[in-house]
């Protein structure tokens, strides 16, 4: 196809070629080509009003990965504090995000209820969240691992929920720190009976058969005179991750009217992310933190 427009060259008239697509593309049609139809196939992902968004994050194949890179048992330290880290990059991002609650190989990240973020769609919010806690744990690798070269790229997989009430959101963050317990003593005795019993691991796997909490505690303190209450707390009770304002002094060099320039301290609030290792379970922290959760009848 040709244009009308004509230019010289040589001496004779010569017509410009342009594509068939160009037609399509044209200012007055750019927005609305033949093809824009597929955006029909989009569903709307849009979370629920006035309802608190969870996007929980999962190692995929972690198991796996510890074992390749050789992760303490039961509880390996860079690892977590990796996590942390990573949480941490995630909050700073996404300033809605009102808590954060880690353990193991999870995070879950807390938006609130009023958030606007990304529009509140679900695919936006959970790909953002995973994409940059995956890069984050990529990124600070070297600062936890120094000598252990990561060998493959980490991934997580994400999921989003929605919690409509302030009892609902502080039940799931329950249930994540009661499985961090649940998890964590059972790895504890488990592992220990391992490296300080001499049982092989099928051997204490049948041994902590059908056993309870109380069972658990009972193998530590009676054989190996360890008491699971005097153990870390961040490997009891996981790390939440919350919004602070602290008091910051700096000195600054300042110019005082009619004196020579000197050293002023100046102190401003600033908003910071703070981590805990506490109950998130009874109701002390909600007490001593209660903006973190918007009023139910807001």
């Known amino acids: 196809m040709v244009i009308g427009n004509t230019c010289r060259f040589l001496g004779r008239p010569r017509f410009s070629v342009v594509h068939p697509l160009a037609r399509l593309f044209t200012s007055s049609n750019m927005a609305k080509s033949k093809f824009e139809y597929v955006r029909n196939f989009e569903t709307d992902d849009t979370c629920l009003r006035n309802c608190y968004i969870v996007v929980r994050l999962d190692g995929r194949n972690f198991h796996r990965f510890a074992g390749q890179h050789k992760f303490t048992k039961p509880n390996d330290n860079r690892a977590l504090g990796l996590m942390s880290r990573s949480a941490r990059s995630v909050m700073e991002e996404l300033e809605d995000i009102v808590i954060a609650y880690g353990q193991s190989d999870e995070f ?3 938006f609130k209820r009023s958030s606007t973020w990304f529009k509140r769609r679900a695919s936006k919010l959970m790909t953002h969240v995973a994409s940059q806690f995956s890069s984050s744990y990529v990124f600070y690798w070297k600062e936890f691992f120094e000598d252990q070269p990561l060998l493959y790229p980490p991934s997580f997989d994400g999921r989003v929920v929605l919690y409509p009430t302030n009892r609902n959101l502080k039940d799931y963050l329950s249930w994540r720190q009661a499985d961090c317990h649940v998890n964590n003593l059972y790895n504890t005795v488990f592992w220990t009976l391992v490296q ?11 041994r902590l058969k059908g056993t309870l909490a109380a069972d658990k505690n009972e193998i530590l303190f009676s054989e190996f005179d360890i ?21 910051e002094t700096v000195i600054k060099r ?16 600033r908003r910071r992310v703070q981590s805990y290792h506490c109950d998130i379970i009874g109701d002390q922290f909600w007490e001593e933190h209660p903006r973190v959760l918007e009023d139910d009848d807001s």
């Open 196 to 206: 300080k019993g001499g049982l092989t691991t099928a051997q204490a796997e049948d």
């Open 227 to 247: 008491n699971y209450n005097n153990e870390s707390a961040i490997h009891r009770k996981g790390t939440t991750f919350i919004w602070e304002k602290r008091e």
């Open 254 to 269: 300042m110019k005082v009217p009619g004196e020579e320039e000197k050293d002023v301290p100046v102190t401003s609030s």
């Open 108 to 110: 879950s990240f807390v």
